[in-house]
């Protein structure tokens, strides 16, 4: 278990924490949180700015682990599994909770997870053949697009909401366009490990 294991780990153990935060029932247990009102129009609930700055944190560790892997040489084949389980743990496990507490549209959780799963069948798919499925380029920048725009949701799109910028929503959407944009490229990449004998007609 070395240092980039350990800051994947601790990611997965925080994606926990965030879901604790925005699922839990305060008002049931009879604990207030506290609310900030934004020019009188705005009624913000801090346990969002909570998750938010926990997500925060935990998204760095995602771009902090990948670096100390291979500046240090310590790239593991366990780094790499753990890896994608722990993102997809943390982002997803936010975007249907965002979703189901109505900030955004369900179609983006849809095709994003949708997306995340059939990437993955590739992965596993070309893995359990001894081919290794790099990342591509739309598929980082998708990955960059969902983290701040759900920064930015956690964070009620501020300061963007003051002057009617929606830009949390249009980054979500740019994620969305991304996932098919990535999708398609990772099978037209890896369609040779899915269907091998119709290539080899």
């Known amino acids: 278990m070395n240092l980039p294991n350990k800051l994947t780990m601790s990611r997965i153990f925080m994606a926990f924490i965030i879901m604790i935060v925005l699922l839990f029932p305060f008002?049931?247990?009879?604990?207030?949180?506290?609310?900030?009102?934004?020019?009188?129009?705005?009624v913000i609930n801090v346990?969002?700015?909570?998750?938010?700055?926990?997500?925060?944190?935990?998204?760095?560790t995602d771009f902090v682990d990948g670096y100390?892997?291979?500046k240090y040489n310590l790239v593991t084949d366990f780094g790499k599994l753990i890896d994608a389980i722990a993102d997809k743990v943390l982002v997803n496990s936010v975007l249907i909770i965002l979703c189901a507490s109505g900030f955004?549209?369900?179609?983006?959780?849809?095709v994003v997870i949708v997306r995340d799963s059939i990437v993955n069948s590739?992965?596993?798919?070309?893995?359990?053949?001894?081919?290794?499925?790099a990342a591509i380029k739309s598929g980082k920048w998708k990955t960059a697009c969902l983290m701040v725009g759900i920064t930015l949701t956690l964070f009620y799109?501020?300061?963007?909401?003051?002057?009617?910028?929606?830009?949390?929503?249009?980054?979500?959407?740019?994620?969305?366009?991304?996932?098919?944009?990535?999708?398609?490229q990772y099978y037209?990449?890896?369609?040779?490990?899915?269907?091998?004998t119709k290539d080899k007609k």
């Open 27 to 42: 008002d049931a247990a009879g604990i207030e949180m506290p609310v900030i009102f934004v020019n009188e129009a705005m």
């Open 47 to 60: 346990k969002y700015l909570i998750a938010g700055v926990l997500f925060i944190i935990a998204s760095l």
């Open 68 to 70: 100390i892997a291979r």
């Open 104 to 110: 955004i549209h369900p179609i983006i959780a849809v």
């Open 122 to 133: 590739i992965k596993m798919l070309a893995a359990s053949k001894g081919e290794v499925v």
């Open 157 to 184: 799109n501020l300061p963007f909401e003051l002057w009617n910028l929606k830009v949390s929503d249009f980054l979500l959407i740019i994620a969305a366009v991304l996932s098919i944009i990535s999708g398609v």
């Open 188 to 196: 037209y990449l890896n369609r040779h490990i899915i269907f091998p």
